[in-house]
């Protein structure tokens, strides 16, 4: 059977790089890249990705056992997919990335970035990208998945890109199905690959981050299973698991903490937790002639990282916001 995973992580060319049987027909375009196309007529096209950060290994495995399902015929399909491994060189290595965060890099960024095997991945799934929805007439989504470093208070969170059109009511259908605690809006454009979906090519796009970032092998993947649920529905068609737990909680991006000196301080432990509440007034960070205070009653960190490089954001403080802001 073909194995998307099992040849990315080899290095290796599929001896076969196409196929087809009575429902279904398949191409790989290249490193970690398969797209699969239902004979039936289709609604929606759908990315699907992961390992943009190599190390983030569960949502690989997900992702791959449901393209075995999808092609053995074990799950039918009902969308053109595009099934997308994002930083091969990394998962291979078992890192985050080699150089540079690829998921800075999106919407011609990588330019900004010293040239690196993670500047030509991402120009080139750039380039895959629009392709795969050049004239495409169905609705478009992508779902980019990723598992976080740090323990998070809120442990399976969605990050929606800054658009100024309304959300996608059939994606936050499905963020509701997969049982996600909450999710986190965007207040302005940026480097990630679903940002660049977004924009670019008009895709319902969300970044999932899904617990925390283990080695192959070591996932418990039960831990992901109203994902995969809700994915697995998605790509055939089928209705929607019913949302098991509390209402999904809204926050919204307040301010970004850009590491613009390496005399930068974020007044914070190591091991804080995305999703901790901070107390209003405290000091969260400083550097030269700029320092910024909790200014609200409630407000949260999430993504804490003085080591980043600098004019890289070191931090995201949230606040809660009304369900009616993704309308």
């Avoid at 890249?33 to 004979?39: F, G, K, N, S, Y």
């Avoid at 010293?114 to 629009?130: M, P």
């Avoid at 993947?221 to 994915?231: G, S, Y």
């Avoid at 070191?314 to 916001?321: K, P, S, T, Y």
Wanted: glycine share 8%; with cysteine; aromatic share 8%.
């Amino acid at each position: 059977m073909f194995d998307l995973l099992a040849l990315t992580l080899a290095g290796q060319v599929p001896a076969e790089q196409q196929g087809e049987n009575e429902n279904l027909h398949w191409r790989w375009l290249g490193e970690g890249l398969l797209e699969i196309t239902p004979r039936q007529d289709y609604q929606h096209a759908v990315v699907v990705s992961a390992g943009i950060h190599g190390n983030e290994t569960a949502p690989i495995e997900l992702l791959n056992q449901l393209v075995k399902d999808v092609l053995s015929g074990a799950r039918p399909l009902a969308v053109r997919l595009l099934v997308v491994l994002g930083n091969p060189a990394a998962m291979r290595a078992g890192q985050r990335y080699l150089h540079s965060d690829m998921n800075r890099m999106f919407g011609g960024r990588y330019r900004d970035f010293d040239h690196s095997g993670e500047t030509a991945r991402a120009q080139q799934l750039e380039q895959v990208i629009a392709t795969f929805f050049d004239a495409e007439k169905a609705a478009r989504f992508h779902y980019d998945l990723h598992t976080a470093i740090r323990d998070s208070r809120l442990p399976r969170f969605g990050i929606l890109p800054f658009q100024t059109r309304p959300y996608s009511a059939d994606m936050l259908a499905l963020l509701d199905a997969a049982d996600l605690d909450a999710l986190v809006i965007h207040s302005a454009p940026g480097g990630t690959f679903s940002h660049f979906t977004s924009e670019h090519v008009g895709a319902a796009s969300c970044t999932l981050e899904l617990g925390k970032a283990r080695p192959f092998g070591s996932n418990d993947l039960q831990q992901f299973a109203a994902i995969n649920r809700a994915l697995q529905a998605a790509v055939s068609n089928e209705p929607l698991p019913q949302r098991p737990g509390d209402a999904l909680r809204i926050f919204r991006v307040e301010r970004s903490l850009i590491k613009r000196s390496e005399e930068f301080r974020l007044y914070l432990s190591d091991d804080t937790a995305n999703f901790t509440e901070l107390k209003q007034g405290t000091l969260l960070c400083e550097q030269s002639g700029e320092e910024y205070r909790v200014q609200h009653a409630r407000e949260w960190i999430l993504f804490p990282n003085p080591k980043v490089a600098l004019g890289l954001r070191a931090g995201m403080v949230l606040i809660e916001a009304p369900r009616s802001t993704l309308y």
